[in-house]
């Protein structure tokens, strides 16, 4: 029996203590940002990506982190059985597309054209 099944809110423990870790971190990181504004921007920057690869590091210990892992690793192995356009492909299909904006772009000139003009007579 799974744990949400008998009732239970399915977090243990260590993975609230992760997730409060991982909230602290991102805390720190923001704060620090702030309070050390007078420094160099390179350095807050590789503070903060610093403090965001640790929290990084603690998220993808939990079992939701482990989770989102997963589905990047099958995300990557799905993208390798993609069929890419050739360079060919993609050239015609890129022509044909700014050849039918041309085309809406001179349909739409037109017609606020004949419209100004319409306006304008009825208008005086």
Same mark, same amino acid.
Do not use: C, H
């Given at each position: 029996?799974?744990?949400?099944?008998?009732?239970?809110?399915?977090?243990?423990?260590?993975e609230t203590a992760k997730w409060v870790?991982?909230?602290?971190?991102?805390?720190?990181?923001?704060?620090?940002?702030?309070?050390?504004?007078?420094?160099?921007?390179?350095?807050?920057? *590789?503070?903060?990506?610093?403090?965001? +690869?640790?929290?990084? /590091? =603690?998220?993808?210990?939990?079992?939701? %982190?482990?989770?989102?892992?997963?589905?990047?690793?099958?995300?990557?192995?799905?993208?390798?059985?993609?069929?890419?356009?050739?360079?060919?492909?993609?050239?015609q299909t890129t022509l044909i597309v *700014?050849?039918?904006?041309?085309?809406? +772009?001179?349909?739409? /000139? =037109?017609?606020?054209?004949?419209?100004? %003009?319409?306006?304008?007579?009825?208008?005086?």
């Amino acid at each position: 029996m799974t744990n949400k099944a008998s009732g239970q809110s399915g977090f243990s423990a260590a993975e609230t203590a992760k997730w409060v870790v991982v909230a602290a971190l991102v805390a720190v990181a923001v704060w620090g940002n702030s309070y050390y504004g007078d420094y160099s921007p390179l350095y807050r920057a *590789l503070g903060v990506l610093a403090i965001g +690869a640790a929290a990084a /590091f =603690v998220a993808l210990q939990t079992e939701q %982190g482990r989770s989102f892992n997963q589905l990047r690793k099958d995300a990557m192995v799905e993208m390798r059985k993609i069929t890419w356009p050739t360079r060919r492909e993609t050239l015609q299909t890129t022509l044909i597309v *700014l050849a039918f904006v041309v085309l809406i +772009a001179l349909i739409l /000139f =037109v017609l606020d054209w004949i419209l100004n %003009g319409v306006i304008s007579a009825i208008i005086g």
